[in-house]
């Protein structure tokens, strides 16, 4: 079954610093997405990042990058020069194919990282 | 704007008390889907559909009910509601898997909806 791990509850990072979150998924379809999304203390989930499982180069979206390692099946967000205002939960999210090939663009999410940003 | 408009925000109710959230989507998007948010267990799928009168179950569909009625709009019925279902409920919209190379098709979520039910 498709999964996608966190392995980090909460991290710590220095204001400027940049930071890691960790994510690995499981697969055995060749064809997925990834993406990460952003959970603010407000509550509202924010899209920040997406890398497709044929695509060549790691996706950057402006301070975010994500550093995909297909063959260990890890697909980390990178977020350099910390801001206040990144201290928020991160969800790292798979898009499942359905049994029988079909799409059904259902995500797995995994079960977040807390990141605080500390002045 | 395009968004993805949920509503109420936060709900407190009864058990047993039908009630309905109410989801709407200005983006033209064929897939929409509900996901439910607890402690420790990320976003889990109740329902989603593909398109207008086409639905189908999540991974935790007991106790919910859809519709798909028009392609703007997918409630999320709680027919009679249990303290179980105290969570935070997401509404998403996305384009079709498959349109354009390469598409993305990502998820725009609600602001959420807090539910408690006593």
């Known amino acids: 079954a498709q999964k996608i791990t966190q392995t980090q509850p909460g991290m710590f990072v220095q204001e400027k610093e940049a930071v890691t979150l960790d994510c690995t998924y499981d697969t055995s379809d060749p064809s997925y997405g990834l993406f990460w999304y952003k959970q603010p203390s407000s509550g509202e989930m924010i899209f920040l990042i997406y890398q497709g499982s044929y695509d060549q180069q790691n996706a950057t979206e402006g301070r975010y990058s994500l550093n995909f390692q297909k063959a260990r099946k890890s697909a980390n967000l990178v977020i350099s020069a910390s801001q206040l205002g990144d201290s928020a939960m991160y969800f790292c999210a798979m898009r499942e194919r359905s049994v029988d090939g079909g799409a059904t663009n259902k995500l797995i999410f995994g079960t977040g990282t807390l990141l605080a940003v500390q002045p | 704007e395009a968004q993805v408009t949920q509503n109420p925000r936060y709900l407190i109710t009864v058990t047993g008390k039908k009630l309905t959230v109410t989801c709407s989507q200005n983006?033209?998007?064929?897939?929409m889907s509900w996901y439910r948010q607890d402690p420790g267990l990320g976003l889990r799928q109740i329902y989603y559909?593909?398109?207008?009168?086409?639905?189908d179950k999540g991974d935790v569909p007991e106790g919910y009910k859809v519709s798909r009625k028009e392609k703007r709009n997918f409630p999320l019925i709680l027919e009679s509601p249990s303290p179980n279902q105290t969570s935070l409920y997401f509404c998403?919209?996305?384009?079709?898997?498959?349109?354009?190379?390469?598409?993305?098709?990502?998820?725009?979520f609600g602001a959420g909806t807090r539910l408690s039910v006593l």
């Open positions: 559909s593909m398109n207008v009168e086409v639905t």
């Open positions: 998403a919209s996305s384009l079709r898997q498959g349109q354009g190379a390469k598409a993305k098709n990502i998820q725009y």
């Open positions: 983006m033209n998007h064929e897939y």
